[in-house]
Nanobody, 125 residues
């Protein structure tokens, strides 16, 4: 059974930090890119960040570059999203996703094969 188990999220003041974790199981970790999409009320779903598990190449949306960092721990089959300098416009439900991408660089995780549960991130001004 494929699982993407998300932890983290919550309420933070603007300028604060949060870390999201996504623990993957049930598929070959190395063959995938794993990342985060977010959905805010009334807005289109946005690809936030993505990391290729095999080679570690990363993608960031322009809106989060320099503030968010995605990383992986292959031994734990876990991907992390460190979110710093949070802004009210980062408020959204964040979803961990996995996209099959064996040996492919530059994946954005916008066509995922698997989804984890969403976690609410709320940034107060």
């Amino acid at each position: 059974e494929v699982q993407l188990v998300v932890s983290g999220g919550g309420l933070v003041q603007a300028g604060g930090s949060l870390r999201l974790s996504c623990a993957a199981s049930g598929f070959t970790f190395d063959d995938y890119a794993i990342g985060w999409l977010r959905q805010a009320p009334g807005k289109e779903r946005e690809g936030v960040s993505c990391i290729s598990i095999r080679d570690g190449s990363t993608y960031y949306a322009d809106s989060v570059k320099g503030r968010f960092t995605i990383s992986r721990d292959n031994a734990k089959n876990t991907v992390y999203l460190q979110m710093n300098s949070l802004k009210p416009e980062d408020t959204a439900v964040y979803y961990c996703v996995a996209e099959f991408a064996p040996g492919i660089n530059g994946v954005r995780c916008i066509s995922p094969d698997y989804w984890g549960q969403g976690t609410q991130v709320t940034v107060s001004s």
